[in-house]
């Protein structure tokens, strides 16, 4: 058994938020699919139903090892090296990314939101590192892209709740904030919210409110109009999201985007990301 063995099936048009759109200029795509190919497959490991831990500890181990020069078991991961070394980039986003996957065997509660954010340390922030060093900016905006990446993340966390439950008996909700507010783990499995878990999870997505607060000047930060536009309609996409979540009973409701409803929020981000960038041109002028 190889992790390729293990894949789900899923690409990147699978996924909530965008992966390398066309927004995101072609010399700079190739690297970042390289990367989410790698990150997909190691999701898919770690998520596998079949394969017992020990198994999924294994193949993780064998994508670390072709990612490093220490092996060549996983195609996907050679070809990242690969890619990596063509452009002077370091593996250790990959590995990071590596660290999350392998809690994900390992760990199926988290007791706080710091120690959420611990996780979304491993399992998001090194994503938008990794465009962020594939694009050559400037490292002063890890902190925005990271608050950025970790929002992302617990909105995927409150959307499948339920799912994570059920399929993997993994809860990323915080247990202290479950507490808090009267709710319990096994209120996941019921199919519907129970007040006090809609209480908690409209907790959370306040963080995560909050969050977005903090990476909402990212956009502007970044020097790579197409990418700032990328992030700007990400963002947009978070904030809709995050609204909805506070409105609607995941457990119960439908809370992502259709097609084209994310077609038309990441519009509306673009274009605000546009009237900004042009806004901050043109004062100087006017000054």
């Known amino acids: 058994m190889t992790a390729t063995d293990l894949s789900s099936g899923k690409g990147h048009t699978d ?39 020990a198994q999924k500890l294994a193949r993780l181990g064998e994508i670390e090892a072709a990612l490093t020069g220490k092996g060549d078991a996983s195609p996907e991961a050679v070809a990242l090296r690969r890619v990596l070394a063509e452009r002077g980039l370091g593996w250790e986003h990959m590995l990071d990314l590596l660290e999350a996957f392998r809690r994900d ?47 992302l993340q617990v909105i995927n966390h409150l959307q499948d709740c339920a799912k994570d439950f059920h399929d993997l008996d993994r809860v990323y909700l915080p247990l202290d904030t479950l507490g808090a507010c009267g709710a319990s783990v096994e209120m996941l499995g019921e ?8 209480r908690a999870i409209r907790v959370l997505a306040d963080k995560t409110d909050a969050l977005l607060h903090g ?50 929020v990441g519009l509306l981000g673009v274009t ?13 002028r006017a000054a």
């Open 15 to 53: 996924e909530n938020f965008p992966v390398a759109s066309h927004l995101i200029a072609p010399p700079y795509r190739a690297p970042i699919m390289a990367f989410y190919r790698v990150a997909r497959l190691a999701d898919d490991v770690a998520d596998h139903a079949q394969a017992t831990p």
């Open 105 to 151: 065997v390992t760990k199926t509660r988290y007791a706080s939101w710091d120690e959420l954010m611990d996780y979304c340390r491993y399992s998001a922030m090194p994503v938008g590192r990794f465009v962020l060093d594939v694009h050559g900016e400037d490292r002063s905006t890890w902190p925005a892209s990271d608050k950025l990446c970790a929002a």
């Open 191 to 198: 199919g519907r919210g129970d007040p006090a878990m809609t």
């Open 215 to 264: 990476s909402r000047p990212f956009a502007g930060q970044i020097r790579d109009l197409r990418l700032a536009l990328e992030v700007g309609a990400i963002q947009r996409l978070a904030e809709s999201l995050t609204a909805r979540l506070k409105a609607r009973d995941p457990l119960s409701e439908e809370t992502h985007h259709s097609r084209w409803e994310a077609l038309g």
């Open 272 to 284: 605000r990301t546009i009237r900004e960038r042009l806004s901050r041109q043109s004062a100087p």
